[in-house]
């Protein structure tokens, strides 16, 4: 058996980022970057004042002394002439500090009367000025590549004068559920069977993954009609099929789908819930089956099919985020496969996370599985642990999934 | 001055969730459930095997034990007759148990010979068999109201046989960037201008928080402009206003929106970076004012839009997701003001998270922000912390921002 870090490591070793796309920068918010964006100018373009108040010579700005205001500079309307001796220019925060002058009385310390203003406390040299370039300058790579562009960075790539940018296509991903018992939500539903849940759990985690989802119509329990949805998938970034991948006779995704060209590897993985996870390739296309059982099909995609959507998307190859908290309860020693117990989360008096798994584990209980917050992880053979143990888990609940 | 909590507390409880509206399944990722979600269908629905074998009469499964095989039920097949004596049914995970079987023979713990199987293991009644309604009964309430739906929500609702989901209307804020000296990316630039950049980073954040934005046209430094723009905003779920709400002579916004009816508070605010924030009502649109320094515009957009958009969007009025730490340098004491110092986050060995500030923390250099993970909290008259001190913080790397 494989361990869950081999088989990831072993599909993300075969994907590829998608080339890039140029999108204008209001629709790159959470799309991968794919260059890095360099500024285009310099910010700020010139000395500017940090505060409302008068800019003036600092060698004027002594306690007491009075000066001439001989004009004002709001943002965006700079001074045209020169501050001389005895002079001040009324400014506010972003004017461009006026040629002459090299200091910034604030309104604060300034007592205005006509066009006089006497200083009420000194004036430093420099004090109050934002000097050119102080953010960044023109030429620097301000946001590195790749990232996942957050709204700051929306914020500097526009600061930076950038109307778009250049972003990794997202990864369009076929999902292929099969099997003759079920149904789509709301459509009749056969004897003896049940609804479609995991081609949409899967649709919805592919789109909390930056990707674009594609839900092909469900595969009846034949081969040929494994074959002709199979079809559908050239050109897509991943293949993901749900069911259909155990040890028993109805192992018809894969016939099928061997009979078009698939090359694959059924690899039984050191885990619970999932064990039987496919991988191989359907011409260019990389394909990746989960298990038909709800729970053990969100795990897995959890587990692979968010790394490869990162991956697929421009990211490096990593393993989905892991974060530190302690247990809730007393975990039971491990055996040889790794766990992934359904926990939820509570914040302790100490703002510790504390993860409690559910008492029962079922990998058919799909409720129980959406109402946990993180997948305590238990490595093989792991011993057991008292409450309050320092434990690693995955948390399910800032993840959209 | 107001706290951070006080002013956040006075917004939230001005806001009221959006109605509700139908949308299809495979669209309600990320949307906030606006009614529960009753369970349609049992699941189970009847006693279903939990693992590939055959189906038998627990009594006749003893160890040795040679049954005839009448017949095979693939998931979706129910098997139209009984088991009786001495008879067993062929079964995979998911098929229903046929009527007269109480026990599962796994297929590991079968032998099978033409039409007889022979007992390798015995079977104990009612093992690997999961009973109807293990996972939920028709009538339950699966997804209680409101909660943001995630991939596994998706798919219970799916397995509940919900095509329609009830969620709150995504809230709908209009963003107005005011000053002659901001100009958008790629347009000319003003003598003296910038790039508005507040503008498309409040945008990204709306759409991070849930919302959908609508980015007015820039209005010059004159109070029209501004009531022009203003009209634009009738049926919106709220305005946010950047720059112009300085104490300079240059409050455009709040003069311009003033004759057109809008009643305001203006708050200070013991904070930094922000300090002075709008807080009103322009008819019946609540209107929300945030500095035009670019920092300030975010940290405020995090404590106070951030809650804003979740409240609109159905979920209870609460601050920002805060996570515990440990401090990564010294961190001074701080004065009146409540702090949130831009700072990068590390994992330690131990899996703590470190977060250290960074040196500078001037208020108008976004790339630092951008760069940063995180704002650690730092409360009025916090004392002096030193390296590994427990802190507070507000992630921004897992929120969108």
New interface residues.
């Given amino acids: 058996m494989l361990t869950v870090d081999e088989a990831r490591t072993r599909i993300l070793a075969d994907l590829k980022p998608t080339p890039p796309e140029t999108v204008a920068?209001?629709e790159a918010?959470?799309r991968v970057l794919a260059a890095p964006v360099i500024a285009r100018?310099t910010?700020?373009?010139?000395d500017v004042s940090?505060m409302?108040g008068y800019a003036l010579r600092a060698v004027d700005g002594t306690l007491g002394a009075a000066l001439t205001v001989i004009g004002s500079?709001?943002?965006?309307?700079?001074f045209a002439g020169r501050v001389g001796p005895g002079e001040s220019v009324?400014i506010?925060?972003?004017?461009?500090i006026p040629d002459g002058a090299d200091g910034v009385l604030i309104?604060e310390d300034a007592e205005r009367d006509g066009d006089r203003v006497t200083v009420r406390e000194a004036v430093q040299p420099g004090r109050h000025i934002?000097r050119t370039g102080?953010?960044?300058a023109a030429g620097e790579a301000?946001?590195a590549a790749p990232r996942r562009?957050?709204?700051?960075?929306?914020?500097?790539?526009?600061?930076?004068?950038?109307?778009?940018l250049a972003v990794h296509r997202r990864p369009r991903v076929a999902i292929l559920a099969t099997?003759?018992?079920?149904a789509?939500?709301?459509e009749p539903?056969?004897?003896?069977?049940?609804?479609?849940?995991?081609?949409?759990?899967?649709?919805?985690?592919v789109?909390?993954g930056g990707g674009e989802p594609c839900?092909l119509p469900i595969a009846g329990?034949t081969v040929e009609a494994v074959g002709t949805v199979a079809d559908a998938v050239a050109g897509m970034e991943m293949l993901v099929t749900t069911g259909g991948a155990?040890?028993?006779?109805?192992d018809l995704i894969i016939e099928g789908l061997k009979r078009r060209g698939l090359e694959l590897d059924f690899w039984k993985i050191a885990m619970r819930p999932g064990k039987p996870l496919v991988f191989g390739r359907l011409g260019a296309v990389p394909c990746l089956g989960v298990p038909?059982?709800?729970v053990s099909a969100?795990v897995c995609?959890v587990l692979f099919l968010l790394p490869a959507l990162a991956r697929l998307s421009g990211l490096p190859a990593a393993p989905p985020p892991v974060a530190?908290g302690i247990a809730g309860a007393t975990l039971p020693a491990n055996d040889a496969r790794a766990d992934h117990l359904r926990a939820r989360l509570r914040?302790d008096d100490a703002?510790?996370?504390v993860a409690t798994p559910f008492p029962v584990q079922?990998s058919?209980?799909?409720?129980?599985?959406?109402h946990?917050d993180a997948l305590i992880l238990r490595a093989p053979h792991a011993p057991a642990l008292p409450p309050g143990a320092?434990i690693?888990m995955i948390r399910?609940?800032?993840?959209?999934?």
């Fill in positions: 920068l209001a918010w959470g100018l910010q700020p373009p010139s940090a409302d500079a709001p943002a965006g309307h700079p009324r506010f925060t972003g004017s461009v309104q934002r102080q953010d960044f301000v946001i562009l957050g709204a700051r960075d929306i914020g500097l790539a526009a600061a930076g004068n950038h109307p778009w099997g003759d018992e079920i789509l939500p709301g539903i056969p004897p003896g069977g049940i609804i479609s849940s995991n081609a949409h759990a899967l649709a919805a985690l789109r909390a839900v329990d155990s040890v028993g006779d109805h038909g059982n709800p969100i995609a530190q914040i703002g510790q996370l079922d058919a209980m799909l409720k129980r599985l959406a946990a320092p690693a399910l609940d800032t993840l959209g999934i």
